[in-house]
């Protein structure tokens, strides 16, 4: 991750610490699948000794949860990604435990296997050590805002159409994103990753597995990937046209060059 975006999560680091009166301040980073969110975390940390980090997939819902929730609310539920696979609990639980640390302290952090598609068992979840001076938390969807009834009543996409043709699943989405709104609260400030376009989500999103398979991905395979990314395009485009709360954005091109940096708020 470049300099400028780490001098722009400086910036947002600031105006956290501006607002956070009596506690340790905490920045969210958002952005879409692949925009480099946990890159630009972990370079951070690694040049500020004491921050603590993790993410918002990191508190996804287990595979048996989410497939209850499936049983129980939408078929779809049982992909992980959407608003209402996450378990909020844990996340406040975590922002709670590393804001109350002593210098003694060994605070645990979620972890959640993605290849196993579950979270770790909890002998497995890293430890933060000591008092952090600062939090970071990356998600795909932080600071995103509710969508109205007339947004929800046009599908997004093909899988939309065909899987959720009465809006079941979209308007549950949003309701548990509205409770969502007293989590993202928590944060002090809010960094935005921008794309320049929804459509290179798919191609950030098909890079990693193509570095683990050595060869570039075949028809089928993207098709997979593709389908998974469509459960998060609803809310990306709307977080992509301002539905969201941001106090910085990162202006991204297709290779994840910084093109611009923009103060949203002061």
């Given amino acids: 991750m470049n300099r400028a975006a780490l001098n722009a999560l400086d910036q947002a680091v600031a105006i956290a610490r501006s607002r956070a009166v009596g506690h340790i301040p905490v ?6 699948q692949g925009s480099g969110k946990t890159t630009l975390v972990s370079a951070y940390a690694s040049l500020h000794p004491g921050v603590a980090h993790f993410s918002l997939d990191d508190v996804y819902l287990g595979k048996a949860d989410r497939q209850k929730l499936a049983e129980q609310a939408h078929p779809l539920f049982a992909t992980r990604g959407p608003p209402g696979t996450h ?7 975590t922002l709670a435990a590393l804001r109350a ?3 003694s302290s060994r605070t645990p952090l979620p972890l959640f296997e993605k290849f196993a598609d579950d979270r770790a068992p909890r002998e497995r979840w890293p430890l933060f050590e000591g008092r952090p001076i600062l939090i970071l938390v990356d998600g795909w969807c932080l600071g995103a805002k509710p969508q109205d009834a007339q947004e929800l009543a046009i599908p997004a996409n093909r899988l939309e159409e065909e899987e959720d043709r009465d809006g079941t699943w979209r308007r549950a989405i949003n ?4 409770e969502y709104q007293r989590s993202f609260d928590r944060l002090d400030a809010i960094l935005c990753l921008r794309a320049p376009s929804f459509n290179v989500v798919l191609d950030w999103r098909c890079q990693p597995e193509q570095g683990l398979l050595g060869r570039p991905l075949d028809a089928a395979e993207r098709d997979r990937i593709g389908r998974f990314i469509a459960h998060y395009e609803r809310l990306t485009r709307h977080m992509m046209i301002g539905g969201r709360r941001a106090d910085i954005e990162i202006q ?3 290779q994840r060059n910084v ?5 949203l708020s002061a």
């Fill in 27 to 32: 920045v969210g980073i958002a952005g879409p």
């Fill in 259 to 263: 093109t611009e940096i923009r103060p």
């Fill in 175 to 178: 309701k548990h994103l509205a």
């Fill in 252 to 254: 991204l091109d297709r």
């Fill in 87 to 93: 378990d909020m609990t844990l996340f406040d639980e």
């Fill in 101 to 103: 640390a002593s210098s």
